[in-house]
């Protein structure tokens, strides 16, 4: 791994290669043509049938690094990496497990999940796919590039940028509450640990170049949390 002037000064945190694509002036930056979304196979990940879509009505709590009763999603005993960037996917699908996710990025030639963090819906109602979920993957627990971008920026942004999937199809149906709660502390916390700023922050869902975020993510809502950490 070449040698980098890290952003930001940790002795415990290794270095990554030289960030090269340069950020916008927005507070969050959603990505065009910049990053091609993994697209899941149909045969793998079946999609219900869209039910009713809900406007979203959230209020978001701050994210409290002291609260010692809920799991830490971002502990890992290997070596941490010095994570520029937080990049925020959603899965194109209604309904599917960071377990179909997994078996769909092998049956790719990706060796497992491609993403970071895995964030639920509660769909389908499973063990382990609780509403808010957080699944933390091996390549976290790892500290291991991630192998959820393609195209020309894609090894700027596996190996700089952690990869974060929201279950769902946010131009079909709108995240959930919890979803939306859970994604505010797992980026609030991984920008406390980082100290990534805002401005490196990328949203892109469903593999789209042209609506981004999707018409229900509330994209609004998710820069006014991150403008008031």
């Not at 969050?28 to 990940?45: D, E, F, K, Y």
């Not at 993510?217 to 991150?226: C, G, K, N, W």
Request: charged share 15%; aromatic share 6%; net charge neutral.
């Amino acid at each position: 791994m070449k040698t980098v002037h890290s952003l930001y000064s940790n002795s415990h945190v290794s270095k990554r290669k030289r960030w090269k694509v340069k950020p916008d002036r927005r507070t969050i930056i959603v990505l065009t043509t910049l990053i091609s979304a993994m697209t899941l196979v149909s045969g793998v990940l079946l999609m219900m049938e869209p039910g009713p879509i809900q406007p979203l009505a959230i209020s978001l709590q701050a994210f409290d690094n002291t609260d010692k009763t809920t799991t830490n999603p971002l502990a890992t005993d290997a070596m941490l990496h010095q994570w520029l960037g937080i990049v925020i996917h959603d899965s194109g699908t209604l309904q599917c497990t960071a377990d179909q996710i997994d078996a769909a990025h092998r049956q790719f030639g990706l060796g497992s999940l491609g993403y970071h963090f895995v964030v639920h819906n509660g769909a389908p109602a499973t063990p382990g796919n609780d509403d808010g979920q957080i699944v933390v993957s091996e390549r976290w627990k790892n500290q291991a590039d991630g192998a959820y971008c393609g195209g020309p920026d894609a090894d700027q942004f596996n190996q700089n940028a952690v990869g974060v999937c929201m279950i769902g199809d946010f131009d079909r149906q709108a995240p959930t509450e919890a979803q939306m709660q859970s994604l505010i502390n797992l980026v609030r916390g991984l920008q406390s640990k980082f100290g990534i700023p805002a401005d490196r922050i990328w949203v892109q869902t469903g593999g789209r170049t042209d609506s981004s975020t999707g018409k229900l993510f509330p994209i609004a809502t998710f820069q006014r949390q991150l403008r008031q950490f």
